[in-house]
C-alpha cells in the first residue's frame, strides 16, 4: 500500500502540486518524476542481491525511511536541483515496496498457489493507488504539502517497522513446511520435477527470446501505462475538478484490482498467460480509444474508458512475473522478475517526460481531455499494441 501509493501512484499528484506551487515548467517537473522511476530501476536491478546480503526486513525498511526523506524533498524543494535529489531518494526507495519485492515476499511461500497470492499481495499493494490518490489531493489541500508529506511519511515507516519484524522476516522453514502448506521433503521433489521439465536453454538471459519478448512486452505496456497516468491526473482535473480526478484516478485503481482478480481466478493452471496478458492490453487498447474520442462534456465515457484502462493496470505487473515462472526454471525466475521490472522500470522511466513534451506540443490554449490529446493518446494506443506484438513473439509451441 504504501511502496505504491507513495512510490507508483503519486508522483502524478506531486507533479500537479510541485507546478501549482513553484510555477516550473511542466518539462523540468516531468523530468524529476522520470528520474524518481529511472532511479529506482538501477536499485530494483540489484534487489536480489540486496536481500541475499542485508535480508528482506531490513532492506525493506529502509527503503520506507528513504522514500519518505524524498517525499518531504519533493513537497520542500525551492530549486530544480533540490527536486532532483528528491527524485533519487523516492526513486531508490519505493522500489524495496514494489513489484520485485512483493514476488521476492510470496515466492518462498507459493508455487501451485502463486497466481492467486501474487494476484492477493499485488492488489493490497494496488489499495495504495485506491486510497492515497484522493488522499494525497485531501492532504495537501487541507495541510499543505509538506505537512502531508511529514505525515504520510512517519506513518509509513512505523507501519514497515512492524511488518518487516513480525511478518516478512518469516519462511516456510520455519513452520517445519514447504511451499503451499506441503511437508518439506514433497515440497523439494515438486520443485526438483519443476526444474527438469522446465530446464531449457542454459544460456545468458540476454540471448533467450522468452526474456527478451516478455521484457519488451512489460516494458512497451509499462511505458504506455506511466505514461498516460503520469498525466491523467492533470487532463482530469479541468473537466472533473482535482477532488474529482483525484477519485477517478482511485476508481482506475479499483477497476485494477478487480481484474486482477478476475483473470487470477479465470485462468486454467496450464493456459497460455502470454495470451492472457494480450487480452488484457486489448481491454486497455479500448479505453485508450474511448478517451481519444470523449470531449471534454462526455464525463460518461470519460469514466469508461478510465475503467477500462484501469483493468488493466493491475495485470500489466502481476502478469509477467506468472509468465517467468511458467517459462523459467524456478532457481532462475526471482532473477527473471527483478530483470523485467528494472528494464520495464528503467524504460517508462521517460515515459512521464516523453508524453509530457507531446503534451505541452499539442497546443497553447490548456491542453486536458477532450482537447488536443489526440497525439497523445494515439501514442498510448501504439505503443499497447508493440506490447502486444512483442509477448505474442515470444509464444513457445504448447
Known sequence: ???????????????????????????????????????????????????????????????????????????????????????????????TMGAAAINAVIAPWYVRGRPMALAKAYNGASIGGVIFSPLWVALIAHLGFVTASVIVG??????????????????????????????????????????????????????DRRFLTLAAGMAAGLFAQIGLIAHLFSLLAPVTGAQGAGLAMGMATACAIVGRVVVARAMPAHTDRRLVACAAYVVQLIGSGLL??????????????????????????????????????????????????????????????????????????????GRHTASFFGAVAGIQLLAIAALLGGRRQR
Open 154 to 207: 512517519l506513518v509509513m515507516i512505523a507501519v514497515v517497522a512492524v511488518l518487516s519484524q513480525f511478518v516478512f522476516s518469516q519462511l516456510p522453514e520455519r513452520f517445519g513446511q514447504g511451499p503451499d502448506g506441503d511437508a518439506p521433503d514433497a515440497s523439494s521433489a515438486r520443485r526438483a520435477t519443476a526444474a527438469r521439465a522446465l530446464a531449457g536453454s542454459s544460456g545468458p538471459l540476454w540471448r
Open 1 to 95: 500500500m504504501f511502496g505504491w501509493g507513495v512510490g507508483f501512484y503519486a508522483p502524478p499528484v506531486f507533479l500537479h502540486a510541485v507546478i501549482a506551487r513553484t510555477g516550473w515548467p511542466l518539462g523540468l517537473v516531468s523530468f524529476a518524476v522520470t528520474l524518481h522511476f529511472l532511479f529506482g530501476a538501477i536499485v530494483v536491478a540489484k534487489l536480489p542481491h540486496l536481500h541475499r546480503r542485508f535480508g528482506v526486513p531490513r532492506i525493506t525498511l529502509a527503503g520506507a525511511a528513504v522514500t519518505a526523506l524524498g517525499v518531504v524533498g519533493w513537497a520542500s524543494a525551492a530549486q530544480p536541483w533540490q527536486l532532483f535529489a528528491a527524485a533519487l531518494l523516492s526513486g531508490g526507495g519505493w522500489v
Open 292 to 369: 481519444l474520442a470523449a470531449g471534454e462534456s462526455d464525463i460518461g465515457m470519460i469514466l469508461l474508458g478510465v475503467v477500462l484502462f484501469g483493468s488493466g493496470i493491475g495485470n500489466a505487473t502481476s502478469l509477467p512475473p506468472l509468465i517467468a515462472q511458467d517459462e523459467f526454471r524456478g532457481e532462475d525466475v526471482a532473477r527473471v522478475v527483478a530483470l523485467i521490472v528494472a528494464v520495464s522500470q528503467a524504460t517508462y522511466a521517460f515515459a512521464p517526460a516523453l508524453f509530457g513534451a507531446l503534451l505541452a506540443a499539442s497546443g497553447s490554449e490548456g491542453v486536458h481531455i
